[in-house]
Each structure stands twice: as structure tokens, then as C-alpha cells.
């Protein structure tokens, strides 16, 4: 069982040193026991107690880096197996397959695919994270080691797909520094492979026939000192591939099984090979259900906007909702003279009204303030949505860019319109519907 | 007598039926078809009650045997109302011999028997209230305008209305227009006749009710709970009609009439009114129907986006200032005798007669009543009155109490606003909102300088300490239940508040009373009861019933919490709390940090790190989300020696805090000033200091027991 | 030392709800394992697929569907298209127009709709109103009575109508009730909780949790269908029990990377193609959170999603 702060506390020097970079040890156990630092950070804690503090406040996940520089990712470090206990830390990674198997201007074509979806989703960049480079034996060594070395240009994480200690080895040469994932080790080769990733310094993907051999190859590597792993659900069947990785989770995380603690690689690309679309819906299970890198045959904005926009989702702290940036945003082609509304930043509140703003085909202003992302009633009861926060924004940001002087407020803060006139002299402050989904007809009425 | 009078109806109904059976045996022989058209029912009533269908005169005529044995002779009220049951059931028989042969024995304006069809369509307004009751109207009312006004003041209610008898023929007088798609529906002259309604009632149970054919029990329960008809029969009333009355309260229909002669009143079940315009009146309070009210008669708008409008001085016809001469405002609840529903009474001078831009008097007293009414909601409708003055459009108002603001804009006076709309506003939305216990509700606007004065502080005071002496004095112990809050869960899926009297929610936003009016008024949702008969520590707060309302809440999230620990199972925190204590281990002690504060605590974190750590319903010990005026409480950490363990707070909210905090302080351990020891942002941001600094001003949490 | 599995088997089932008559009846729910972990037990009932069809026929139709159906389709047509589809178990009628804030289609008009497509097809049908309570209320129970004895699943009772609808629906037709909540656990347990106390057999309630499309606050939908899968298994809670249906073409389709046209974002490529993998991206997920059968409504995603069930089940 985990400790709570309380009990780390206790076996604190309580010396409030500061040495572990936090202003009293109370805040350092709270840290610790919330997994946010680990229990080494602390220089005074006695060998006893660290030894066991160390097997307690382990997580049942590791945490495994990959990549250097701006494209290192963290995989795992999960906690709890549903994103409404806790939030999920470590966002699932997308890869673009190549193979040896294509022909050259194919290759060309998939690494030039790879670098242009590349957007930004409420601050967060979202572009094709890594590559999974897959070794084709029939077509060699030199070819795969050619393709490596192309793919390693593009500054993206890769993937070594490639189970041949040899090709590996002389494909690693030539990239290692980029800390890829060698996905390589089966039961077969574990030792030559894992000898091979230890001294490279990366991360080694492990798959066996089925569960049960993974599990055990998984053993036998950690056996061997190993234990900076990825686990590769398979590609037998989809239906094994869904088991395996739900079930390495759950027994990681549930029944604290530290054999399965490790992150996951899942190849929809060879799942559903030459399906995109099934690729697609097989993408967005693996993102919700445990997928730590899945690996997909192209990433067009046709994919990309769906999954990068499930990822957010998923992975948002189910404590913090999602904000928005304050700003005023046109739509429908609003300018300087269109009306403007205002409602709150946070996310899921400013998607649903702009997407019916923009239904209603009017040119208007969304304009944002800062409300603590807060829906509009909890914002409002919190103080952080008050005639005072609007009034500020409107006058400070909104009155020397917009000639307008037609507010609209949401339903919900009707009351706050008599207060709103008071400071905002020369507007017309007007109540919207309480609902959204109302603001199509109203606006139209409106501007009619 | 009464007793004597049902049998003697019953005997002759029952002599005709036997009659009728044996000369339609006669004229169609015995395996002639019996029964009404456009139903799946064959005769609906007898199948309902006996789980029998009767297709054939020879089984009608075994039926009948079958309704003999019900008709007991002993000298009881129950034999008596069975004998009513066996009258109606004779009715059918008698209304099905009229339809052999596919005859069409009514005709315009009567229906006699209804469809299946009509049943399912019916049944459903009647189960969304959209047709509050159904009324039976029996004979010929004194006068034809009489009977008339009754029938429409039903219609305008949506209720539907069924006539039987000489009441047709006086709606035909005067012109009324009758049908099934205006729900007057007149069924027929002969007494008979009536079944046809009651018929609609017991297939309505059988297809709403799920209720088995055969399941008299359950059939009787069905109609009686959830069929909201009543009866109003006419004078004079013989004892044929006696006994289907008779009937009808079996199925728990209450009779109305205006005979008083030769008759004994059974409470709530044969009520005497003498007075036929008051036939509506006594009706629905006998069977408890509520009329939802859809528009409120004031000469103004009425909307959520006027609850902000401000009314200047300038704009101003009148106004009624609570801080310069007597307001008030004021919930009471009355008996239910006491109130007359929605009677508005304006005692004193209307706006017409003020001068414009006056400052005048105003107190209006909204009197409640009803089965499920109790004085502590009081306080929970009155709180909404701020709101409900405010959406009227050109009206503003602020405060509450004898402390309240009303501005009446020139605009509104101009369309027709007075003091009564005022009394309609509050009567409507205090109907509608609260209709879970209210039944009956009056309003009083006094505009006297006089009555407001002496209303206010001879009633309204009074009332106003009375309930804050009920608060104070209303403490975990003295109540038998606690309340649940989900409120939160959306945010924070596993977090459950146990909200009891000394502890309010965590938000600060959900008192006792409140979870408690939440829970009366909407049963389902987010307030449930927690009962807390099984205690396993007092002094911990630990209760199994809390414990097991706790596991059921939070869907298994958390096994068990404790009321008044926060070392042991602390109850958890949502994300919306206002505070969050501590421990701080060096001084013994807990810190408390509140929302707004921004600087760094004592303990190392700063209010967002503490709340990152103990919010999302997750157990922290040693860590506790709590609203403000819980810090002053009893119950604050009782079990880790309660507020003295108290040894920093943020300057601001010591301030906030400190009269009641230290009431407490000096009532439990006799500490004068006990804020003066608490450190806060100016004298400690560190423990180091913090602890000097209690040490040096003697505070008590330092000699305590260590916590962990 | 191989690996020890340990299959999560819990005492509890979400209840098994039929819809339709006849051979093509189809039902949803009836697991007690999680949302396709066949590894931990059976799951009999596969997850459904139904298409959406709509009376105001293709209006918006892309060039795909509208190739589909072919252009002018009567409702009988496009009734029977879309039961023939590739991986469709149902077909799903919705009554957009009669909200009064767009065309305030008469109600007899909708009805002929029902009518015409009730009798075109022996599919099991689900009927969606057009989600303005009032007239919902008005509409739903006549067409759970223009449909009798077809036993089909009428969307949506929701807090402001589940009486009207729900009566309707459950009692007075003996049809299937879908009850409609917010995006919340507690508001969906509610809804079951009155539903049922009006009379409503729990065994005939479906559950509309809410959705979004994936991007749009999906997080929500994901939590909620946890928990309520979670608590309906783990707790054995008979009010959140009932299998759950999840309109997904609706959200997908009208969210701007759906609905943004080529020429306004040239960068995104093929209109449909991005509607398609947004509609499939949200049935998947949906699915894998817990919806016992989704709405979809182009023919690509009928097929794939019904393909992934089958490859998953």
C-alpha cells in the first residue's frame, strides 16, 4: 500500500533543511507521497528508512524517457487505471510507420507526410511525435541502416522495429545519441538485445508469442538488470493486442504486479494494415485504453484533429479543467464593428458557445476573459466572474480594438447587467439565453 | 344510517342487474357476446378486480354470483364501501347488456364507454400532472349558471371533467361546449353511466400501474395513490347514487356534495359543502391536487434577464427602504384552516397614493401551508425572494429580512405594476417551486407605516430570533439525521459531503437546512438522508450508517470517514472548498490557509498545493477541506482536541473569523482573545518563527499531544 | 513463473435490453466484464451499431452519402438503405425538424415520417425526437403510439419530460425508453431513479449519458461512463445498470474540423474524409468507455466501427 504524507513525514529527519529544494519536510513527504518527488531527494534520510520508504513509495509504474532535447518523452509513471481517480501523467505518443519493405520514393513520401500535420490545440503542439522505422529483412542491412539514418533527420523519437541484433546494432550506431526505443527483444534474443540497449543507453521494447511469454522475457530482462523497458502489445490479432495491453496495465496498476509496470507500444499500422480508417478507430482505442505509443501507417490532419483532440481530453487533470487563452476571438469573419459576447475560459464552456456562435453564421466577438477556467455559475460563485472582471477586460482589451458597444452576457449572470452599465458607460449590455444551444435563434433575432 | 342507506341502494341495483342479466338470457340466450367495444379489457372493471374476463351472458351471469358474495351485511363502514364496489361493478353489467349487438346506446353529446385508445392517451397527461385531476360530476346543480361555473373553473385548470346526469342537460342550456378534445366529457344520464369513468380509472392502473388483473389490493392502492379523481354529486342524492359513491371512495375517490340531508360526513372521504362555488375548492384539498401555475398575472415581464436591472433614483415611482423606515419580509407557516390559496391581500395605501420618488414602508408576510410543510424551510423559501422580485421587470431588490430594498420603477407603475402583483410574483413561484410542501399559500402586503412597524417588531423580529436561536442552538446531537451533498461529484466523482448541523459543506454554501429542504423538495436528487443510529465512536464522529451512506456515494470510493477528525479517515474535500487545514507538526498544531489567500503558509505550500493534494474526494490525513464558519465550530478537529489546535490563519480570515472563534475558545477552555496567539502571514511564514512566536504567547496547542 | 491473470469477474450485469421484434431483434447489454474484456468473461451482446436517418432526408449530406441513398430518396428508401447498410443492427429515425427553433415541423407531418418508415422496414428502429423538451413531449408519446408493437427504443426522456416521455413510451405503448442526462453519473442515476418510479421496468430503460466529439470536453463522457459502468458493476447499483446508447453522428459532424469546407482550410484536405475519422474516432472511443450501441451515420463508419466490434467481441 502507499504511504501517506503523514507517515513519510514521520520517518523525515524533520530538520526542515531545505536541501531537497522544499521549504519544510512536511511539504517534501506531501510531494513524495503524492509521487511527485522521489524519497532519494532527501540527503538525510537514514539508510533504514530510506530502504524502506524506497519499496513503498515506488510507483507501480515506472517512468521511462525517451528521446533527447525537445523530442524526450516520458511513457508511464500511471497511478490509477481510470483518468477520474486521478489524472493520467504520461500522454500517449503517435509514431508514423516506415518500412524497408517500401520502395524508396514510398519512404520519401512517408517522412515527408510525417512532418506536415503540425499545429497548436489550446497551447499544446501537436504534431507526430516519433517514427517506428521497421526492419524488412529480404530488403538488408544497409537499406535499413540508409532509412534510419534519413528518418533521424526529421528530429522526431524513433523506433527501431527490428529484431536482428546485428541490423540493430549498426542501426543504432547511427542514431543512438537520439535515445530511440530498440523494439526488438522476444524470447529469443532477449540477452544479445538487452546487452545491446544497456550499452547504447536506450529504452528496449520486449514482445513474446503471448502474454504469458512476455511476461516471462519481461522477467527474465529485469533479471538481467534491465529494467529500462517498453512492452509491445503484439500484432496477432486485434483482440489480443487490446488484451494484452489492458491487461499489463491493470496488473501493474491493480494488482501491483512491478513485472508489468512498464509503458506499452501498439502497432495499429500492422493490425489493420492498408485500413486507415480502421487504424483510426483502433488509434483512438489504444489512447483510451492504455496505449503508451501507438504506431499508425500516416498521420493526416484527417486523423490528427480527432486524436490529438481525444488526447487533450484524456489527459487533463480531471481536478483542473481545461482554459482557454483571454483574448477576443472573431467569428464568422467578426471585425471591429460586430457585436460582442463574452463568456468564460473554460475550454469545454468556449467550445460549445463558439461552435454555436459559428452555427449562427453572425460575424461576432467572443471575448474571453480570465475566469480561473471555471464554468460560467461556479466562475460567477467563485467571484471570478464579476462585473468587475468584465468590466476590466472590456474596457482594457476590447474598447480600443472594437468599435461594437453591444455586450452580451451569458443567461446564467443576468444579474450582473445593472453593475455592468454602471461601469461600462456607452454600452448596451444585453442577457443571452441561459443555454447555448439557444444562442443560434437569439443571435439571429438579434442581429435581424 | 348511512351504512343502512348503501345497502338498501346497493340491494336495488343489484335486484335490477339480476333483472336485466336474466331477460337479456331470455331474448339472446346464454352464449350470446357480452361486453364493450375498443377495449382488450371485456368488462374492465370486474376484470381488474377479479382477474375473470366475461365474454358471454352466461358468464355475466356467474360474474354476478360472484359480486353477491361481496355484499355483506354486517354493520361496518368496510362492508358498507364493498357494497359500493359490488353497485359499481353491477353498473358495468348493466352498461354492457346496453351494448349487445353492437348497439350504440349513447349518442351526441354523451360518450358512455371509452376506447383503449383514449386511456393511453389520457394516462399519459395524467401521469406528467399536465391533467391535474379528473372530476365526476353527478346530477343537476342548483342552478344551470351554477353548475356551468363549476365545470369551467375545472376546465380552466386542466382538470378533466366527466358528466353524469342532469348537469349535461344544464351545459347544453348554456351553450357550453362539450368534448373529449375541450376535457368535458359527459358520459351519459342514467347513474349507470358512471362506471364508464370508473372504468377509465381501473385500466389506467392496469396499463400505467403494471397492476395484475386479480390484485384487488393493488388495484385499490393504484387508484387511490395515484388516479386523481374526486366526485361532486348534486342533491338530491337517493341511495342508489349513496352507494356508487360508496364505491368511488373505495377506490379513494372522495365525494363532495351539497346534500345535507339524511347524511353523515366521513372525513376526507363524504364531505358536506353547501355552498357550490365553493365545490372546487373543497375538491382539491380533499384529494390533494396541486395546479401548477404557467403564468403569472402581473402587468409586467417576468425573467431571469431582469434579475440585474438597476432601477436610479431618477427611474424611481416609489421605494421601500428596510434601512430608513420599517420593511420586512417574512415567511410564516399556518394551519392548513388559516389560509385561504392564493388570496393577496394588500392592507394599506397602493403606489397610486404615494408621491412619486417617496420613501415608504413595506412589509409583506407570505403564509404557507401543507402536509409536508415545516417551519424550517421558512428561512430556505424566504432566501429566494431576492431573486424572485428581482426578475420582475422594474423592479430591483437587495437584502433580506427587515433589511431589505425595493425600488418600483416609473415604467413598471406606468404599465400597471402594484402592490398586489408583488403578492402574485411570490404566491406563483412559491406554489411552483416549493409544490413538494406547499398545498396552500396567502400573501399580506402591508403599506401602513403603522402595521409595518408593528408587524416588525412584534412579528417579524421575533421570528427572525427564533430561528437564529433554532440555529445556534441545532447541533450534531441534537438531530437524528445528517444529509449527503453530491453536488460536487461532477467535479470531483468520488467526494461526498455529511453535512450536519455544526458542520455545513465544505463549499460553505449548504447548511443542514438547506440539504435537509433540498432533500424534501427533490427526494432523487443530490441531499439524501444519512441516519446515525449505529455509532462506532462519538468523540471520532465515526458512524456505520455514515459509513455505508459514504461507500454508497462515492460508488466505493471511500470506505468510511469520520465526522470530527482529521487525522483519523477525514472526510474529504471536493475542490470547492473555501479553507483547507493542516498539520503542523512542529507546534502540535493545524494551520488553516482560505481560497483567496496567495502566500505562502507555514507549513511550506501554499493554498493551491495544499488543495492539489486533499481535493478530488481523495483521504488526506492530516489535511482537511472546510468552509469558513466551520472554523468556529465545536465540532472543529473535536477529536484532535478541537479549535486550540488552531495555530496560524492568514491575517484576513482571522479577522473574519475571530468573534466567533473566540466565543468558542473562551466556552470550551476558557481562553480570553485566543486569536491573539494565532500567527499569520505578518508574524510566521515559516515554522521556525511561527513556533517562537507561539511559544512566547503561551499557546495551548504546544502542550498537547503530539497529533501523529 | 508465468503471468498471473487475474480476471476482474463481478456478481453484477448491465441489464439486457431488447429492441425490435421478429428475427432482427437485436439486444444491448448483458456483460459483467468491462467494455470489451472478453478476457475477463463473455460478452453475449455484442455492441450495436445503428444508422441515423433523418426527416429532413440528406439535407447535409456529403457527396458520399448523398451517392449512398441517391439523391430524392423517399424516407421508405433511405429507410431501407440504411438497414442494408454494411454493419448495421439498427436503424435510428431522427425528428430534427420538428424543433421549434428550426422548420417546427408539425407534429403530423413527423408522424407520417415514422409511418412511413416503421412500415418500410422490419429493422429495429429507434426513434430521436428533436431534443426541444416541450415538443418532445408532445411528439415522443405519438409516436410511441404510431409505432405499437414494434417494440422500438424512443430517445429522449429527459429531467424536463421524462414523465410525458416515459409514460408514454414505457406504460402506455410498451416501447422502450431512452433516458437522457447531462454529461454526470448523479444526473443519469436520477433520471433512472424517477423514470422508474413512475413505473417504467428499469429492464426497459436505455441510457443516453451524453457525448461530445472527441476534443470537445470528451473527457466528460469518458469519466461519467466509467464511473457508471464502474458502479453498475463493481456496486451492483441496479439504478445505473441499464445498457447505454451514444448519438455520436450528431456531435462528430458538427464540430468544425468536420464542417470546415476545403477552400476555408485547404491544409486539411478532404472535407468527408475528416468527418469520417471524426465520427469513427468518437464511436471508438465512446465504445471503449462503455456505450452498449452508437449512432453513426455514414457508411464508412458503420463499417469500421462494426468491423472493430466484430475483431474485438
Redo the contacts between chains.
Sequence with gaps: MALNGIQIFKMTPKKNCKECGCPTCMAFSMKVAQGAMDISACPHMSDDALASLSEATAPPMKTIKVGTGDAEYTLGGETVLFRHEKTFVSKTRYAVNVCTGMDDAMIDDVLEGAKKVDYERIGERMHVEMLNVNYHAESGADKYVATVKKAAELGKTLILGCKDVEVAKAALEVCKDAKPVLNGADASNYEAMSALATEAGVVLGVTGADINEIYDTVAALEKLGNKNLIIDAGVKSIKEAFATAVQVRRAAIKDEDRTFGYPSIVNVAALAPKDPYMQAALASLFTMKYGSIVIMSEMTYAEALPIYGLRQNVFTDPQKPMKVEPGIYPINGGDENSVCLTTVDFALTYYVVSGELERSGVPCNLCISDAGGLSVLTAWAAGKLSSGSISKFITEEVEPKIKSRKLVIPGKVAVLKGDLEAKLPGWEIIIAPREAVQLVKFLKDLTA | MLINRIFSGNDAVYGLTEGAIDQAIAQHGAEKAVGFPNTAYCLPCYYAVTGVKVKTLQELKEALGVVKTLMTRNHELDDALMSGVATALCAEFIEALKYIDGATPYEEPCYGHLADAIIRELGVPLVTGDIPGVAVILGAAPTAQEGVDLVKSYQAQGILVTLVGGIIDQCKELGLNMGYGVRIVPLGYDVTSVIHVVSVAIRAALIFGNVTPGDAGGLLTYTSQRVPAFVNAFKPIDDVILAAGAGAIKLGFPVISNETENIVEVPGALIAQPDVSKFNATSLEARNIKIKITKIDIPVAFASAFEGEIIRRGDMQVEFDGSRVDCFELVQSKDASEIEDHKIEVIGPDFDEFEVGSKQSIGYIVEVAGKNMQSDFEPVFERKFHSYINCIEGIMHTGQRDMIRVRVSKDAYAAGFRAKHIGEVLYAKIKNEFEAVVDKCQVKIYTNAEDCTKLRHELAIPAFDKRDDRLSNLTDESVDVYYSCILCQAFSPSHVCVVTPERLGLCGAVSWLDAKATNELDPAGPCQVITKEKPIDESLGSYEDVNEAVKKFSQGALEKVTLYSIMQDPMTSCGCFECICGIEPFSNGVIIANREYSGMTPLGMTFPELASMTGGGVQTPGFMGHGKHFISSKKFMKAEGGVERIVWMPKELKETVADRLNETAKELYGIENFTDMIGDETIAEDPETLVAFLTEKGHPALNLEPMM | ??????P?KFNASINTVEIGCGDKAIKLGGESVFP????DGPIDNAPKVGVEISDMGLEGATPEMLAYYGEGASFADMAKKAAAMEGADFVCLKLEGGDP?GEDKPIEDLLAVVKEVGEAIDTPLVVEGCKNVEKD?ELL?KVA?ALQGKNVLILSAREE?Y??V???AG???SQKVGAESAV???LAK?LN??TT???V?AKSIVMNVGSA????????V??TM??IK??AL??D?AMLQMPIITPVADEAW????A?ASEADMP????QE??G???E??????S???GSNAVLLKHP??V???A??IK??V
Design positions: 513463473m508465468p503471468f498471473n491473470q487475474k476482474q470489451f474484456y472478453t478476457f427553433n413531449s408519446p403510439e419530460n414523465k410525458a416515459g409514460a408514454a406504460l402506455a405503448y454526470d453519473i448523479n436520477q431513479v424517477v418510479q413512475l413505473g421496468d466529439a472527441v476534443g470537445y470536453g470528451y473527457e466528460y469518458v469519466s466509467d464511473r464502474g458502479a463493481s456496486q447499483d458538427s464540430v468544425k474540423e464542417m491544409e486539411w484536405g478532404s474524409r475528416r469520417v475519422t471524426m469513427i474516432m468518437t464511436a471508438a472511443a465504445l471503449a468507455a464508412q463508419s463499417k469500421t466501427i468491423n472493430m475483431e474485438l
